[in-house]
């Protein structure tokens, strides 16, 4: 990627980790103690904060959605250009799937398919790398890495023909 995050102990406070930005400015998410979190946006001197927003955690969970889902697409689609025999798609869960409603553990996708499940996407938010004990809900997308093979075999699996 090529930035280096800057992670400081802020005492009595919590953590602030700070990106150089490509203008020379930085930016910094500070972590409360308590949970809480901020934007700081530097002055152009670095010394001090120009602007700073306070996000509760529905907030905080909104803006890492908008930054982060977009970006692990396009990571996956590098990996598909990168690698001629691994693929990446978005698998729909039907209502009428076996696993509606039953946990991914229960679908044994990786031991029976090859393909690895590397996120859900539900209702407009990412869950990534779900453990065994996500529970699958019709509706939900099922972002898959794997061969052709693979992955047309977890599709089969996932809708209950095969």
Not at 94 to 111: F, H, I, N, V
Request: hydrophobic letters at 40%.
């Amino acid at each position: 990627m090529g930035l280096e995050i800057i992670s400081r102990v802020l005492p009595g406070i919590g953590v602030c980790q700070e990106v150089p930005l490509h203008g020379g400015r930085r930016v910094g998410i500070v972590t409360r103690r308590n949970g809480q979190r901020e934007i700081v946006v530097y002055d152009e001197d670095g010394d001090g904060a120009a602007a700073t927003v306070s996000l509760n955690e529905d907030e905080a969970n909104v803006v890492a959605e908008l930054l982060g889902a977009p970006q692990l697409m396009v990571r996956l689609a590098d990996l598909q250009r990168q690698a001629d025999d691994v693929v990446t798609e978005q698998l729909p869960l039907s209502a009428e799937s076996p696993y509606d409603g039953r946990a991914l553990g229960d679908t044994q996708a990786r031991t029976r398919t090859g393909a690895s499940i590397v996120a859900v996407l539900r209702h407009g938010t990412t869950h990534p790398s779900p453990g065994p004990e996500f529970t699958l809900h019709a509706g939900d997308l099922i972002v898959s890495v794997g061969t052709r093979e693979g992955l047309d075999h977890l599709a089969r699996l996932l809708d209950g023909s095969g």
